[in-house]
């Protein structure tokens, strides 16, 4: 019989994603050792791509990642927005250069880019949690692992994604189900696409296409649209969730089906959309104890202005900074044995945060709802408040989380 086995750690982060390996090595830059601890047997590099936009790229700069992950990837110019109304079609273009640095970046590139910095051992995988409680005496939290390890940390981070246990250990609102979902996936081109740096997003009535070039070989799609009971039969067979999106684009531009029909089936995923609600995010208590959330496990969004990975990344960054900021005050950033310091550096955190996330989680919830509506009434009230509330609708993109 194995013996249990016992340990007393500073910091450990819950999930090994993009949200917890990027506070992982924000804390590292600070000269803070982390315990990763994350579920999976190794890196969980599957996902497809994400917008990395100007705000994701300053972290990622700061984080010191940001140059290994430029050289593989291509530079946006600009957005080509297409409105299908019948036999009719619109555009609109918007030039990045009003925006910034935008570009497409590869899931498993960006999670290896994070870990490759970190110090060997600071991940350990196939590491779940049981259970989750403070200590009667100290109220650090203490973890029991799913091989029997017991855990007792000075500071808990949950970085664990949209079904967080340590979200939950904090009472939080339950994530909303939202009434679109999406598929994506990747589509391969050995002799080179030869799309145009854009990013082209199609929408015909409750219906969007995305698309955008990866590399001179790759390009990454998605379609959101509305949920119907039947989508449930989609969740893992590939090609059904293939055959159930071409019906989706019935009446898209051929070269879009295209894409979608030429996919590779094995990067095919399809989800429910969650997101936490904006009011929740306003109320909501990220500490307790010593024990915070970052990522999805804080705020998970829709996927409608792009800022789910770059957001969690900037999570990271100003976690890491409140925490070595008010360390370093009290002389005490060695060694974390002061739970009040520890537990005002997550508030200055959480407060710093906040309504970053409320306007992130509002303008996402409305753009997503615009798509969603059939009710002309309620697209125009969505468009009031999104014109009344985010008059500069790529504010978002252009926000500076700080440095370490």
Known sequence: MDRAIFEDLDVVIVGGGICGLATALALHRKGMKSVVLEKSE??????GAIAIQPNGWKALDVLGVGSKLRPSTILLQRIREIFLNGSEQQEEIISYSNIG????VKRSDLIEALAQDLPLGT????????????DTNTSFP??????G?????????GCDGAN???????????????????????????NGHGFAPEFVQTIRDNSMLGLAPVTDNLAFWFVNHQWHPQDLKAFKDPKII????LETMKGFPKKMIDVVQNCDLSTLTFSHLHYRAPWDILLGQFRKGT???????????????????????????VLARCMARKFHANNDHKIFKGQKIIEEAMDEYVNSRRMRLVQLSTQSLLVGSLLDSSSLLVKLIILVLLGALFRDKFAHARYNCGCL
């Not at 190794?42 to 996902?47: D, K, T």
């Not at 640095?101 to 497409?104: D, F, L, N, P, V």
């Not at 990522?295 to 789910?308: L, W």
Request: aromatic share 6%.
């Open 42 to 47: 190794s890196l969980r590099a599957a996902g």
């Open 101 to 104: 640095e935008t570009r497409w």
């Open 123 to 134: 991940i350990r995988f196939g590491c779940k949690i049981v259970s989750l409680k403070l």
């Open 142 to 147: 203490i973890l029991q692992l799913n091989n």
């Open 149 to 157: 390890t017991t855990i007792k940390a000075k500071v808990l981070i």
């Open 164 to 190: 967080s246990v340590v979200a939950d250990f904090l009472e939080l609102k339950p994530k909303k189900l939202h009434s679109s979902c999406g598929v994506r996936g990747f589509t391969y081109f050995p």
């Open 242 to 245: 293939k055959q159930m999106t």
């Open 291 to 317: 024990v915070t959330v970052a990522g999805d496990s804080m705020h998970v969004m829709t996927p409608s202005i792009g800022q789910g990975g770059s957001t969690g990344i900037e999570d990271a960054v």
